[in-house]
């Protein structure tokens, strides 16, 4: 079983290539658990990110975030969840749903999902601060103990990118 998430670009990242820590992204479906296999979740999605155009991210304000259950340990910024970047969120989720899927935190997709930054590297956007996601990223969860934990298994271009 495989763990995935997809991010929209900020800063660029490698397809084929592990990161200890991913470059600036904005989550857009949290982590999932998945028994399908990676080119099956592309061939799923790919209809939506081809009709999804880039999506303009207006950054909010700082905030600390974390597992539910747990300390919140992480810097975030939210992201102001426009129509365009909540029906992208949507049509993942159903699309994922159909492929029965497993969300390690079902409270932070759906309704649940909030928008955001996470602080990568020491760097961080800061509130009113706009950037445009012309990509997204499937990425896979590896082994937590791995100093090269984050697998970016495909970079995918949003329409007309």
Same mark, same amino acid.
Do not use: W
């Given at each position: 079983?495989?763990?995935?998430? +997809?991010?929209? @670009? #900020?800063?660029?990242?490698?397809?084929?290539? =592990?990161?200890? !820590?991913?470059a600036l992204h904005c989550t857009v479906m949290h !982590? +999932?658990?998945? @028994?399908? *296999?990676?080119q099956g979740i592309l061939a799923a999605t790919h209809?939506? +990110? =081809?009709? %999804?155009?880039? #999506?303009?991210? @207006? &950054?909010?304000?700082?905030? &600390? +975030?974390?597992?539910?259950?747990? /300390?919140?340990?992480?810097?975030?910024?939210?992201?102001?969840?426009?129509?365009e970047l909540g029906k992208l969120h949507l049509a993942?989720?159903? %699309?994922?749903? !159909?492929?029965?899927?497993?969300?390690?935190?079902?409270? $932070?997709?759906?309704?649940?999902?909030? /928008?955001?930054?996470?602080?990568?590297?020491?760097?961080?956007?800061? @509130?009113?601060?706009? !950037?445009? =996601?012309?990509?997204?990223?499937?990425?896979?969860?590896?082994?937590? $103990?791995? *100093?090269?934990?984050?697998?970016?298994?495909?970079? #995918?271009?949003? =329409?007309?990118?």
């Amino acid at each position: 079983m495989k763990t995935l998430l +997809f991010v929209l @670009e #900020i800063d660029p990242m490698q397809a084929g290539q =592990a990161y200890q !820590r991913l470059a600036l992204h904005c989550t857009v479906m949290h !982590r +999932f658990k998945t @028994e399908s *296999s990676v080119q099956g979740i592309l061939a799923a999605t790919h209809v939506t +990110f =081809a009709q %999804t155009p880039p #999506i303009q991210l @207006e &950054i909010g304000s700082g905030d &600390i +975030f974390g597992p539910s259950g747990k /300390p919140k340990t992480i810097s975030v910024n939210h992201v102001k969840k426009t129509s365009e970047l909540g029906k992208l969120h949507l049509a993942l989720y159903d %699309t994922l749903n !159909r492929l029965s899927v497993a969300y390690t935190e079902p409270g $932070f997709v759906g309704k649940g999902y909030t /928008p955001h930054v996470s602080e990568q590297n020491g760097k961080r956007l800061s @509130e009113g601060q706009t !950037r445009t =996601a012309h990509a997204i990223y499937l990425v896979e969860i590896l082994n937590k $103990f791995d *100093s090269k934990s984050k697998y970016v298994h495909a970079r #995918i271009p949003l =329409a007309g990118s």
